[in-house]
């Protein structure tokens, strides 16, 4: 394709002379680029077209993603810019990848100086339209998801959409006060403080389009680039990033936990911080009350103790994780949109106490479980949680101070054959990954010997292997998982359910990241960094856990089931792919065992009244998931609000370990065992999952398992011909 350079800058002077609008911006000291970003630019595009595990070339495909990322990274629900001004850039659509590579950065600064006067002038018209007021009681609807819709073709369907979107705010801010202030009786004295109205709902709408039109007007010259690299290292996949100098220290600190916070993982989405992982052993996590943060929740305000709640809407994310963080042992107040409602029609505070993610409460835990079964007899089940792949990793295994996850939940196991468990189960829910050496040694728990996982790198595939071992665990065994299981969980999950070791429980398939990322400098500090895609697992049956993830044997889903949670469903993923399969023997045949599993699981379900519950709480977060307009009529709205609330309220009476950010599952003889219990009393999906185990263990005929088939085919066929051991 030919592509003639345009002067940027000649194509935004025409925009503003075409509109009537004087350049004032450009000429008004916004931020222009910085003397090295022409060579940051460069190192960037040779770092990722040879460092992508793809081997993509930085070329006129990854140009077009690149400009509709960094188009939707300024107006990501298509309301500022008109089509107008989108047309008026299309002739760069196919121009970024000679920019990046040439080292011209001028781009992403003039699309800015375009959009900050577009968001000055929608601060004109939306203080002018709360001045007006509005009229709730037509009947119409606003569509809020915006984000796959075209920008509007003229100013006039423009102040349309930006009166509906207006109107929708004030609308949900006087009923969530209203709300508020009718339930303040059962609220606790510290959520209602923050919740009681301080200004009105116009009022509260004018200040935070103000604080978002200064936000974007001190946008610094560091935040732009970043956005500009960015949006290129995301056409190559979601987890590819460009980090600036400034992003590089947040995800040093991050990686390392070296400062106090909420214990969450934070990503930059719409404009809010969206939570990615809740980081077991955190101030969030281990905070169990009926109203607290879960995976996928948006922030949107904070507040520093018993000061008011200030909105951190579209301000840059280094900028929303510092407000967070702060002095161990002081209070944060968060407003969160809930992960079960992404409309915002609700809204939920939440106050936590800054600390330190406690190393002891990463660790697993286990117990042995009584379960009465129908006949009235009582079985003994393991049951262990992990919440990460962990290991001490500047000491060797053996040597003091050394830890591990494998070690520990070894030693659980020791504990479960001495009390003779019957059977067991590993919980990998909200599992994120870790170490990859972890997922390998864990499921060498299980099997003697043979291959755990197939690792594809640019030029080869390596297969890791388990080394010929003792088996630790030899019983009847299930793997719980869900949409929030990652990375090593999905190894794990995936190479004992190829084996017929585990019959795998949970949602109808795991999170599906099967990439691995490597962080590379491109030069000194003041250039930043590439995250980048360098490696990408796949099951020893040869099919890759990118974007299906591991699917479970018996489905019993969580409420992530139905959100917009997983690899699948974010842009630009990797597409799933298959190499050959290892060599490997299945040491038990799980799967004739399935179909009778799952009709004595879904009858003994549909007469479970709390499941029938959970059922419709689980149905709801999807209706709402799917939701794509909202009543601008009051009452509709207001009956709306209460359902959703309603159901909210339920959320906090019946729930899974997805909800309540794992059961503490502590140590046996703990003198917080009767509060873990009371706590596993509300997880039914635990509950039913050691239900499973001992029918299977029925119709297996319990005890041990036959495991005395090597893994590896290799040796295998050694100790049929007399060599091996």
């Known amino acids: 394709m030919l592509k003639t350079k345009i002067p940027i800058i000649s194509l935004v002077f025409a925009l503003f002379l075409a509109v009537g609008v004087l350049p004032e911006n450009i000429r008004a000291g916004v931020p222009v680029p910085q003397e090295n970003y022409g060579a940051i630019a460069k190192k960037f595009a040779r770092a990722i077209s040879v460092g992508h595990l793809s081997q993509r070339k930085l070329d006129d495909g990854v140009s077009a993603q690149a400009w509709t990322n960094l188009m939707d990274s300024f107006d990501f629900d298509h309301s500022y810019f008109l089509m107008s001004d989108v047309n008026s850039l299309t002739n760069t659509m196919f121009m970024i990848d000679d920019m990046v590579k040439g080292g011209d950065v001028s781009l992403p600064y003039d699309i800015y100086a375009m959009f900050r006067t577009r968001v000055e002038e ?16 037509i009947d119409e609807d606003y569509e809020f998801r915006r984000r796959e819709l075209p920008w509007a073709s003229d100013r006039a369907e423009q102040n349309d959409i930006w009166r509906k979107r207006i109107k929708n705010e004030v609308l949900a801010i006087k009923l969530s006060q209203e709300l508020t202030e009718e339930n303040a009786t059962n609220q606790s004295a510290s959520v209602t403080s923050t919740n009681k109205p301080v200004v009105t709902a116009e009022e509260n709408v004018s200040k935070r389009y103000k604080q978002y039109m200064i936000i974007i007007q001190d946008m610094d010259s560091e935040s732009i680039l970043q956005r500009f690299l960015s949006a290129v290292a995301y056409a190559y996949d979601p987890h590819s990033d460009y980090m600036s100098p400034m992003r590089k220290e947040d995800f040093d600190i991050d990686m390392n936990l070296s400062l106090c916070g909420i214990g969450a993982s934070l990503r930059s989405e719409d404009g809010m911080a969206r939570i990615m992982e809740i980081i077991p052993g955190g101030p969030a996590d281990r905070d169990k009350r009926e109203i607290r943060l879960t995976r996928d929740d948006k922030i949107i305000g904070v507040g520093q103790g018993d000061e008011s709640i200030e909105s951190i809407l579209h301000i840059p994310l280094n900028r929303a994780v510092r407000k967070i963080r702060g002095e161990k042992g002081t209070k944060v107040v968060l407003e969160v949109i809930p992960a079960s409602d992404p ?3 609700t809204t939920k505070i939440v106050d936590l106490v800054r600390d330190e993610v406690k190393l002891e409460e990463q660790a697993a835990t286990g117990r042995v479980e009584r379960v009465s079964l129908a006949d009235g007899t009582e079985q003994k089940i393991g049951y262990v949680r992990l919440p990460t792949f962990y290991a001490t990793m500047d000491k060797k295994p053996g040597q003091k101070g050394y830890r591990s996850a494998t070690d520990d939940i070894a030693r659980y196991m020791a504990k479960f054959n001495s009390e003779d468990v019957v059977g067991m189960v590993l919980d990998l829910r909200n599992n994120g990954g870790g170490s990859l050496r972890e997922a390998i040694s864990l499921t060498g728990l299980f099997i003697r010997s043979g291959p755990v996982v197939q690792v594809r790198e640019m030029n080869r595939i390596v297969v890791l292997p388990v080394p010929n071992n003792a088996v630790a665990f030899r019983k009847p065994l299930a793997v719980l998982i869900n949409r929030a299981s990652a990375s090593a969980s999905e190894i794990v999950a995936g190479a004992l359910q190829d084996y017929g070791r585990a019959v795998v ?41 990118q974007r299906k993830g591991v699917q479970s044997d018996i489905v019993i889903p969580s409420r992530f089931e139905g959100l917009e949670i997983g690899e699948d469903k974010m842009p630009n993923a990797l597409p799933w792919t298959e190499v050959a399969p290892a060599r490997y023997v299945p040491v038990f ?36 998931a799917d939701r794509k307009k909202l009543p601008l009529h009051i009452e509709k709205r207001r009956e709306l609000i209460k359902s959703d609330r309603a159901l909210q309220e339920l959320e906090g009476e019946i729930t899974d370990t997805e909800m309540q950010s ?39 005929g319990g005890g041990d398992l036959n495991m005395e088939t090597e893994g590896d085919l290799t040796t295998r066929i050694m100790q049929i011909f007399g060599g091996g051991q």
């Open 343 to 345: 409309s915002g029609s």
């Open 122 to 137: 929608r601060y004109c018209f939306v203080t002018n339209l709360l001045t007006d007021g509005f009229e709730f009681k």
């Open 589 to 624: 045949d799980m799967q004739k065992f399935i179909p009778e599993l799952k009709t004595m699981s879904a009858e003994r379900l549909a007469a479970n009244d709390e499941y029938l519950k959970y059922s419709k709480l689980v149905e709801h977060f999807k209706e709402a």
């Open 662 to 700: 794992g059961s503490p599952a502590l140590p046996p003889e703990s003198e917080a065992e009767k509060i873990d219990k009371a706590e596993k009393g509300k997880d039914l999906v635990l509950n039913e999952a050691l239900l499973i185990l001992t029918d299977l263990i029925r119709l297996s």
């Open 505 to 545: 429980i949970g949602d109808s398939k795991s999170h599906g990241k099967g990439t691995v990322q490597t962080v590379i400098p491109l030069g000194d500090d003041d250039y930043g960094s590439l995250k980048v895609t360098t490696a990408s697992f796949y099951r020893i049956n040869g099919a890759s856990t």
